[in-house]
């Protein structure tokens, strides 16, 4: 697979020419009346920022760091430190204090241990270190400088990982927390940088930039900090030293910060070179957020001082990094451009709602192929048809930019189109989730993104559904629906550069009907839960699992309940059933009983599938790969299906599941598996055997990387 070598390069592949619909021109006029509403409302939120911001520097001014108090202050001791956290001082002794107060505050989570290291201050500031206890104070024999300083610093450590904070910074809470874990979290990770903010509010960097001329820049400086773009966790080219973590054990095999660069700046860019250098990634963590006093300690002016040092060691890191530096963006790239190392391009993703993985299949399977994207090194935006979610949005959005996707959001972007207008024109793939989006979104995404390659996911195909409970039903109402559902469907495919289905039989279905297109498969994916062989022994139950939003499962309850479990009772008395899966209409809670347990939404599954014996999936209609079935083989639970069920998944009755579509065969092949525990673990076994095959992380990584080839295949 080949790339251009700058990450930046923009792919120029013609597109299909298009011809709007009528509807489709509707659409376009209301999205234009819509973002220029958003660009008005958009002024207004910035320009309250600005006064709050205004009052915030103000205030700032007038509190900057008192003089040192007199009491004393105790920081924690522990006998084991995951972090060593060191503070070089040359004198602002108020500073100090308050940067110490601040850790002494917010500090949670690591065991840690603070060393600051006395650059022969020549004001009271080892008076101000003696009232604070727990703290270990380095005096430098002379002045060493900063990067002198953080070295002697380093060497004294005992902790996991260092971390180097500056004297001019006051931490808030959560701040060491996220890094240390972040650094935790994967091997690869080998230096680990804070968000850093100005006192009055105002960004200072979420991450560096580094040009091909070896100049830098902190991207989002004097922005605000809350905007998406600088919320989520990425890799980044370096992290200003004001607040960084590296690995004490990398960190020594590097022979800490370079000599070559004092008495300080650049040494942050070329530790964060060196590292990459090792194999290890660079990650920008904005769930560490410390205020940083910028120029306390070296000043701003470029011609004096201490800064004067900025202009020279460009050149010495120019010259060291020359080749590396080739790859690099060029200088003026504008930084929203330059700020994601992706090397292979950027891609939006478009669903109807940001995925609850812990509530349905097709949720957890968006955010497992958000995952593999961001895997594979491409920059993932994500966004909802209406850049919004419900009161928890805050939680949901949080968890995808800690997977490192941004996610474009209210009241940043007001809407699809608006973020179209403005940044459509950098997107290399934009990938439009479920039918009704896809409708609502692609005339925009041609128009605004003229170069991405278009991909419609169906998760499945509903006019496929909404035939078979036509069928079911005997209704003539829901044939027209479906009939019209399949012409919509189609014509999507006709017009996209690709069309991704979660199974072979779905994809047949298509190439019969649309020889000429282009369809991939891209299924569910799931780990398996349980590696080790599961014990039939102590399990009680039977249990269904299902979001109830989705009207197959509801259809699936009430037939399992009326016409199979009587049945099944009548064999084995008194064996529970739990129904499980949110927003349960009233006809499912209806069903409650002693029997019967309407349980709703299970935040965590694994005690429930732990009791249960067998896993029954008793859908009469439906289309695409079932997650109840994938879920419950996961975790070595067998599963009783019907065919429709079944569908798709490589699965052969009495082999790795039973198959029933009668209520009395449906029965028969529950008690069976409650009584033979041989025939039980046979198909808990080869259950899981399935998952690993034709489910797994492995296989959507390949399903992605064919898709990838087939849009790109220069």
Not at 183 to 203: C, E, H, M, Q, T
Not at 340 to 366: E, F, K, Q
Not at 666 to 683: I, N, T
Request: charged share 25%; glycine share 6%.
């Amino acid at each position: 697979m080949k790339h251009p070598p700058d990450p930046l390069a923009r792919r120029t592949q013609a597109q299909p020419a298009t011809t709007p619909s009528p509807l489709d021109s509707a659409r376009e006029l209301r999205s234009e009346i819509d973002a220029r509403t958003a660009r008005l409302r958009g002024r207004y939120d910035d320009a309250l920022y600005d006064v709050a911001r205004k009052l915030r520097s103000a205030w700032a001014a007038r509190s900057a760091p008192p003089p040192p108090r007199s009491e004393r202050v105790a920081l924690p001791a522990f006998a084991s430190i995951d972090a060593s956290i060191v503070v070089p001082v040359y004198g602002k002794s108020a500073f100090t204090a308050a940067c110490l107060r601040a850790i002494a505050r917010f500090t949670d989570g690591p065991t840690y241990e603070v060393i600051v290291v006395d650059d022969a201050s020549p004001d009271d500031t080892q008076e101000v270190l003696a009232r604070f206890d727990n703290v270990r104070v380095h005096q430098n024999a002379k002045n060493l400088g900063f990067i002198g300083s953080c070295n002697a610093g380093a060497a004294l450590a005992r902790g996991r990982h260092l971390v180097f904070l500056n004297n001019d910074t006051e931490v808030t809470a959560g701040w060491l927390r996220t890094l240390v874990a972040t650094a935790d979290a994967s091997p690869d990770v080998g230096l680990v940088g804070s968000k850093l903010v100005y006192p009055d509010g105002r960004l200072q960097e979420a991450g560096g930039v580094v040009f091909a001329d070896g100049s830098a820049a902190n991207f989002g400086r004097l922005d605000r900090p809350d905007r998406p773009a600088y919320e989520y966790e990425r890799d980044v080219d370096y992290c200003s030293g004001a607040s960084l973590l590296v690995p004490r054990a990398l960190f020594e095999r590097l022979s800490g910060f370079d000599t070559r660069y004092a008495p300080a700046y650049y040494e942050d860019t070329d530790l964060a070179f060196r590292v990459r250098e090792a194999g290890k990634r660079v990650v920008y963590q904005p769930r560490s957020v410390v205020v940083h006093f910028e120029g306390v300690t070296s000043g701003k002016d470029l011609a004096s001082g201490v800064k004067r040092y900025q202009v020279d060691n460009q050149v010495t890191f120019a010259a060291r990094w020359q080749s590396v530096l080739a790859r690099q963006p060029a200088a003026g790239t504008p930084l929203d451009l330059a700020k994601d190392r992706a090397p292979r391009g950027r891609v939006l993703v478009i669903d109807a709602a940001v995925p609850t993985p812990d509530r349905d299949s097709g949720s957890l399977r968006m955010t497992r192929v958000l995952e593999t994207l961001r895997g594979l090194g491409w920059a993932v935006s994500f966004s909802s048809t209406d850049c919004t979610t419900p009161a928890d949005e805050p939680e949901r959005h949080r968890y995808l930019e800690e997977l490192g996707i941004h996610v474009v959001r209210r009241p940043h972007a007001r809407s699809i189109r608006a973020h179209l207008l403005e940044y459509g024109a950098r997107y290399d793939v934009v990938v439009l989730s479920r039918r009704d989006v896809a409708v609502a979104h692609l005339a925009s995404v041609r128009r605004h993104a003229p170069r991405a390659k278009v991909v419609f996911d169906t998760v499945d195909l509903h006019f496929l559904r909404e035939r078979r409970e036509a069928e079911l039903r005997g209704s003539n109402a829901l044939a027209t629906v479906a009939a019209r559902t399949h012409d919509v469907e189609l014509d999507l495919v006709r017009r996209v550069d690709c069309t991704l289905v979660v199974s072979n039989s779905e994809r047949e279905i298509l190439e019969r009907e649309l020889p000429d297109a282009t369809v991939r498969v891209l299924s569910n994916i799931h780990d398996v839960e349980l590696e080790a062989e599961a014990d039939p022994r102590g399990r009680d139950a039977i249990a269904f699992i299902g979001s109830f939003r989705h009207p197959p499962n509801v259809d699936a309850v009430l037939w399992l309940v009326r016409d199979i479990m009587p049945r099944v009772w009548a064999k084995t008395p008194g064996v529970p059933l739990l129904l499980v899966g949110a927003d349960a209409p009233a006809e499912v809670r209806a069903l409650a009983e002693p029997r019967v347990e309407v349980l709703g939404h299970v935040d965590d599954l694994r005690p429930l599938l732990a009791r249960t014996r067998v896993s029954v999936a008793p859908l009469r209609f439906g289309a695409g790969v079932k997650g109840k079935v994938n879920t419950s083989m996961s975790h070595g639970v067998p599963v009783v299906a019907t065919t429709i069920a079944a569908e798709g998944m490589h699965l052969v009755d009495g082999v790795d599941v039973a198959l029933a579509d009668a209520p009395d065969a449906f029965a028969d092949a529950v008690v069976a598996l409650a009584a033979d525990d041989e025939r039980w673990l046979r198909l808990s076994v080869a259950g899981k055997a399935n998952v690993r095959r034709h489910f797994s992380k492995d296989r959507a990584r390949e399903a992605l990387l064919d898709v990838e080839k087939l849009l790109f295949p220069g």
